[in-house]
C-alpha cells in the first residue's frame, strides 16, 4: 500500500480489496470437504479471529496516517453551479453510503478512498496479509518513495472454461440482457428527466425577481414537436356549414324586412296621429310557410265532426265511419304519349342483305313443301330457245317445229303476266303527285326549319323563276320580298328540302349572270365605267315550332317601309331589320 490515508488510487483500492477476500477466504485445497461439526466451528473461529485482525490493522493504518478524517466531510457546492434537484439527490446518495460504511465498520476507509469508488478485483493487491490474518507492517518512509503501476490481473480458466481468481475461486459474473424497447423507454424516461431540468424556472423568467430577463427574446419549446398526419374532412361537414350560413343568412334578410315592416306601420300610425302599438305578427304575410286563411274545419273531417268547427271535448260521430274506401278518379294525362313499344335497333346493309335472303329462302322451302304433299301443282318448266332441246328431249327431236311453236307461245305468255303485273302497279299522277307529298310532309313532322337569305339584287326574271319554281317543287312556305336596295328570301320546311334549296341559293345559281336585256344595260354600264356586283348570302339557320306561312309568293315592294310591312304581317319583321343590318355591316368593311 501507499500509506498515504486518503489514497484513492486503483493499486490500493485493489489491494484492500484483495486484503479483505483472504481474511473471508475459506479454502481446504482441491478434493477435501469439511463434514466434522467440530471442524466447521473452528474455521469459523479462526475466521472470525482473522476479520477482526484485518480490522484493527486497517483502523490503526489509517488513524496513525490521518487521525482526524474519522467521518466523510461533503464537498461544499460550487458556488457558481445552481442547485438543482439531481444535485441535490446525488449529495443525499452519498450520505447514505458514507452513513452505510461507517455502520459496517469500514467508516474509515471508506472516508480516506473517497467513499463511492469500489476497487477493481483486476488490480494486483497492494498490501500482504499473512495466512494466520496479520498484516505485514509497513513503513512510511518505504510506503513514499516506492512507486506502483497498475497492471490488470491475468485471465485464469478452470478446465470448464470458466473465470477463476488466484485461490481457485469460481468469479461469478452478472450477465444483463434486455430489450431494445426497454433501452428505449429508459432513454426516453432520461430524456424526459433531462428536459424537465432544462425547463426555465418561473422564477427566472419574471422581470421583477430576475433584472436580466428579456422577455422580448422567445423561449424555444424543447419538447418534441408530434409528426403531422392526414386531417380526413368528415362527410357533410362543408355542407352542413353552407347550410347554416344559408339559414343565418335567410333570419337576417327576415329581420331586415321585418323592421322595414315595422317602421313603415310606425310611420304610416304617426301620419294618422295614431299611437303604434306594434305588430300583431313577428313574419310578414308572405313569409314562406305562413298559414293564410286557414279554415275552421278541413272538408275531410267536416262529415266526422258533424259541423263546421272540431268539438272541444274531442268527441266525433261515429257513424260518418264505415268500412268504405274512397278511390279519387284516375285521370288520364293531357300530353300522355302512346306506347309504341321497344325501339328497333337499325341494321346495317350487310345485316338487311341476310334477312332478306333468309325470307326468301323460307319462302321457297314453304312452296316445295306444299309441292311434295300434292297440295299444289309444280310448275311448269321455264323453257326457253336455248334450252328446250335439253328439258324436253325425245319430244323436241320428234317434231322440233312443234315444239318450237310451243316453246315462242310461253315467252309471249310470260311476258305479257310481266307487263300485265308492271301496268297494275304503276302509280297514277294523282298518285304520285300525293306520294311526293307525303315524303315532304313526313320530312315535316320531324322537324320544322328555316331560313332567311340576303340577296343583292334579284331583279332579272330567271333569278326570279329558280327561287319561286324550286320552292314550289320542294313544298317550301315562306315569301320572297324583291325591293331596289336588296331582297329578302325567307323559306320554311322540312330538313331534306331546305337542304336542297339552301344547295341551290349559295352554290348553284350564278347570281352574276344577266338575261339578255341585262346585257344590254351591262354594256351601257361597262361604257359609263361602272361594274355590277351580285351576291347572295344566308342570313339565319334554325328549327322554329311551327312555320309561319301557309304558301311560297314573290312579292315586289316599292319602299322600304313596304316590305318591312309585308313581313311583319306574318311575326317576320325582324328578319327584314336583320337583313338591312347585314347590308350596313357589309358596307363597313
Known amino acids: 500500500a501507499c500509506g498515504a490515508g486518503g489514497c484513492s488510487s486503483a493499486a490500493c483500492l485493489a489491494g ?23 471442524d466447521i466451528e473452528r474455521r469459523k473461529a479462526e475466521l472470525k479471529a ?5 480490522k484493527s490493522a486497517l483502523q490503526a493504518k489509517v488513524g496513525s496516517k490521518r487521525p482526524e478524517a474519522s467521518a466523510v466531510a461533503p464537498a461544499p457546492p460550487a458556488q457558481d453551479a445552481p442547485v438543482t434537484s439531481r444535485s441535490r439527490a446525488v449529495e443525499e446518495a452519498r450520505r447514505r453510503a458514507a452513513e452505510r460504511a461507517a455502520s459496517l465498520g469500514l467508516g474509515g476507509a471508506r472516508a480516506a478512498t473517497g467513499g463511492t469508488s469500489r476497487p477493481s478485483r483486476f488490480g494486483p493487491p497492494t498490501t500482504s496479509i499473512a495466512q494466520d490474518g496479520a498484516a505485514a507492517p509497513s513503513s512510511s518512509a518505504g510506503a513514499s518513495q516506492r512507486t506502483t503501476t497498475f497492471m490488470p490481473a491475468p485471465l485464469r480458466l478452470d ?9 481457485g475461486r469460481v468469479v461469478k459474473t452478472t450477465v444483463v440482457r434486455t430489450l431494445e424497447a426497454n433501452r428505449r423507454a429508459v432513454r426516453e424516461k432520461e430524456t424526459e428527466e433531462l428536459l424537465e431540468l432544462l425547463k426555465p424556472d418561473p422564477d427566472e423568467m419574471d422581470p421583477e425577481k430576475n433584472p436580466y430577463f428579456d422577455p422580448r427574446v422567445g423561449v424555444h419549446n424543447l419538447e418534441r414537436k408530434t ?15 353552407a ?21 313603415r306601420q310606425r310611420a304610416e300610425s304617426a301620419a294618422r296621429g295614431e299611437i303604434y302599438l306594434g305588430s300583431s305578427s313577428s313574419l310578414p304575410e308572405d313569409a314562406p310557410g305562413v298559414p293564410r286563411n286557414v279554415p275552421n274545419i278541413e272538408w275531410w273531417d267536416r262529415p266526422v265532426a258533424g259541423g263546421d268547427h272540431y268539438p272541444q271535448n274531442g268527441e266525433f260521430s261515429e257513424k260518418a265511419i264505415t268500412d ?3 278511390h279519387p278518379a284516375q285521370l288520364e294525362p293531357v300530353n300522355a304519349k302512346p306506347d309504341t313499344g321497344p325501339i328497333a335497333l337499325p341494321l346495317t346493309k350487310k345485316e338487311r342483305k341476310k334477312l332478306r335472303h333468309r325470307r326468301r329462302v323460307e319462302k321457297q322451302m314453304e312452296i316445295q313443301d306444299k309441292i311434295r304433299m300434292r297440295i299444289i301443282e309444280p310448275p311448269p318448266p321455264r323453257v326457253t330457245m336455248s334450252n328446250f332441246m335439253r328439258v324436253l328431249g325425245q319430244e323436241a327431236v320428234k317434231d322440233p317445229t312443234k315444239v318450237e311453236a310451243i316453246v315462242k307461245k310461253q315467252i309471249e305468255e310470260r311476258k305479257r303476266k310481266h307487263d300485265e303485273e308492271i301496268e297494275k302497279n304503276r302509280l297514277t299522277p294523282d298518285q304520285r303527285r300525293e306520294k311526293v307529298l307525303r315524303k315532304f310532309e313526313k320530312d315535316k313532322t320531324k322537324e320544322v326549319r328555316s331560313c332567311a337569305f340576303r340577296v343583292q339584287d334579284l331583279s332579272q326574271q330567271q333569278h326570279r323563276f329558280k327561287v319561286d319554281i324550286n320552292a314550289r317543287q320542294n313544298h317550301l312556305t315562306g315569301r320572297a320580298i324583291v325591293w331596289s336596295d336588296f331582297s329578302v328570301v325567307i323559306i320554311e320546311g322540312g330538313a331534306k328540302a331546305i337542304k336542297h334549296y339552301k344547295r341551290l341559293m349559295l352554290h348553284r345559281i350564278d347570281w352574276s349572270a344577266r338575261d339578255d336585256e341585262g346585257a344590254a344595260d351591262d ?23 311551327e312555320p309561319l306561312f301557309h304558301e311560297f309568293k314573290t312579292l315586289t315592294a316599292k319602299s322600304e317601309d313596304m316590305g318591312r310591312e309585308m313581313l311583319v304581317q306574318h311575326n317576320a319583321g325582324h328578319f327584314w331589320d336583320l337583313a338591312k343590318r347585314f347590308g350596313v355591316t357589309e358596307a363597313a368593311l
Open 16 to 38: 484492500q480489496r484483495q486484503s479483505a477476500r483472504g481474511a473471508f477466504a475459506v479454502w481446504d485445497g482441491p478434493g477435501r470437504t469439511m463434514s466434522d461439526p467440530s
Open 159 to 167: 478446465e470448464y472454461g470458466r473465470e477463476i481468481d488466484e485461490h
Open 227 to 241: 409528426r403531422d398526419t392526414f386531417n380526413f374532412v368528415e362527410d357533410g361537414r362543408y355542407t352542413r356549414k
Open 50 to 54: 482473522r476479520l477482526a485482525a484485518t
Open 523 to 545: 354594256d351601257d354600264e361597262a361604257g359609263s365605267g361602272a361594274v355590277h356586283s351580285n351576291r347572295c348570302d344566308l342570313l339565319w339557320e334554325g328549327a322554329v315550332t
Open 324 to 326: 268504405l274506401v274512397q
Open 243 to 263: 347550410e347554416r350560413q344559408r339559414a343565418r343568412a335567410a333570419a337576417v334578410l327576415l329581420e331586415e324586412e321585418l323592421k322595414r315592416k315595422e317602421e
